[in-house]
């Protein structure tokens, strides 16, 4: 688990407390937010056994369109709409939803 930790830029035991499903949808969000990939959607595919979620994969259509059909089925599946508070570029894809999966670390403050 530990080497697996260490590729990934995920503490080892961040991942063994991670459950399959909607739960904690934030810290899943965050998990892939540093990740460097040859394929730009891969950053949105490699969540989508983490949320337990089975969607096409298109390469080819881009990683704002990828994540915005990720998110789109977690929040229909979570009804966690906190996935919609977020800074930073809004997707080309759904203006709701954030172009990029490092938005999710810094969430609208709500005073």
């Not at 503490?11 to 990939?37: F, I």
């Amino acid at each position: 688990m530990g080497e697996m930790g260490a590729a990934n830029g995920v503490d080892a035991q961040v991942l063994l407390s991670l459950q399959h499903g909607s739960e904690n949808v934030r810290q899943k969000l965050c998990l892939p937010s540093t990740r460097v990939s040859t394929k730009q959607e891969d950053i949105a595919y490699s969540l989508f056994n983490i949320f337990d979620v089975s969607i096409l994969v298109t390469y080819g259509e881009g990683q704002q369109r990828a994540l915005g059909r990720l998110l789109q089925e977690v929040l229909t599946r979570s009804g966690d709409v906190t996935i919609l508070a977020w800074t930073g570029k809004a997707s080309d894809y759904n203006s709701c939803l954030p172009a990029y999966i490092a938005s999710q670390h810094h969430p609208i403050s709500r005073h």
